[in-house]
């Protein structure tokens, strides 16, 4: 934890108007072992770090994630944390939500929780495995929509019409997860391959110059990111080029993207099939091979 983690949530708490009814959620960052982890499995961790860093900024998106604070009213009110799910941080914040029929909110902390990235002491390919793995659990929060669907509906005269959407959000949001990897990817030939007809039209001649612009566009936002991304982690340690990172750096381009399909669409995508089929997962540790580095103290 940060060193003055603590103090910004005592401080957050005691400044919330309504302190028993909030969860607090800082910042977790996957940044102690960032440097000993294949560049893939880098780039997704600072990619999850960075999406917190933008969820937090919209307190009314915002919902507990890994590491977060509720008093013990709340846990009390919500009978505490589901011993029946295997994401029972995103769960919680609905158990929460509707043990006070609707009242309950997140309260954003803008101080760093430090988190391992994952490591699989058994080399890159059990390290991707196990990315893999995690990211499936983590899409495997989308079996919150029937219990929030479920809820919403018999609590309907309780809940603020605004409520449902929430409930909109959380389905809108697990559906933008697997699919949208997908879509960037195969969007430039999609119509064509759809509609035969649709390269004889105008718009048609036109649509591969402005896609290449599009992407172009999106691409300085992806600078933007890589630049801030870049500040904040933790310096780099010494040591020797290895070439199997000379590699990585090469195959970067082709790489990360097909990355964001597996890692992202595919995770996802296999979850809700399970899901939808009845194939339940069990919760599983992910490996982590500790390797501490050093990490930001003050600021």
């Known amino acids: 934890m940060h060193p003055v983690y603590f103090a910004a949530l005592t401080w957050t708490f005691l400044t919330a108007p309504r302190p028993h009814l909030m969860s607090y959620q800082p910042l977790p960052m996957y940044f ?9 499995v880098r780039s997704i961790s600072v990619g999850s770090s960075f999406w917190q860093m933008i969820e937090a900024t919209r307190p009314y998106r ?25 994401v029972e941080d995103g769960h919680q914040y609905w158990r929460s939500f509707f043990a006070t029929n609707g009242e309950h909110t997140v309260a954003p902390i803008f101080v760093p929780i430090y988190q391992d990235a994952v490591h699989s002491p058994d080399g890159h390919l059990m390290t991707y495995q196990e990315q893999y793995i995690q990211k499936r659990r983590w899409a495997w929060g989308v079996s919150d929509v029937p219990f929030v669907l479920t809820q919403m509906w018999a609590r309907r005269h309780q809940l ?9 959000r959380l389905i809108e949001g697990h559906t933008t997860w697997a699919v949208t990897s997908l879509v960037l990817a195969i969007f430039g030939w999609l119509p064509m391959l759809i509609n035969q007809t649709f390269r004889t039209t105008v718009f048609a001649f036109h649509f591969a110059a402005d896609y290449q612009h599009l992407l172009q566009f ?73 390797e501490r580095q050093a990490l930001p103290t003050t600021n």
Do not use: C
């Open 218 to 290: 999106a691409m300085g936002g992806m600078v933007i990111t890589i630049v801030i991304s870049r500040l904040l982690l933790p310096p780099r340690p010494r040591f020797r080029l290895h070439s199997n990172d000379l590699v990585e750096w090469i195959l970067a381009p082709i790489l990360l993207p097909l990355a964001n399909i597996l890692f992202g669409s595919l995770a996802a995508i296999d979850a809700q099939t399970r899901l939808a089929l009845g194939k339940y997962l069990e919760f599983r540790p992910t490996a982590k091979a500790v």
């Open 32 to 40: 102690n072992n960032i440097w000993a982890v294949p560049m893939i």
């Open 160 to 168: 603020p019409r605004s409520s449902w959407l929430q409930a909109l």
């Open 62 to 86: 915002l919902r507990n994630f890994s590491a977060h604070s509720q008093s013990l009213p709340l846990l009390l009110k919500s009978k505490f944390w589901s011993k029946t799910t295997i």
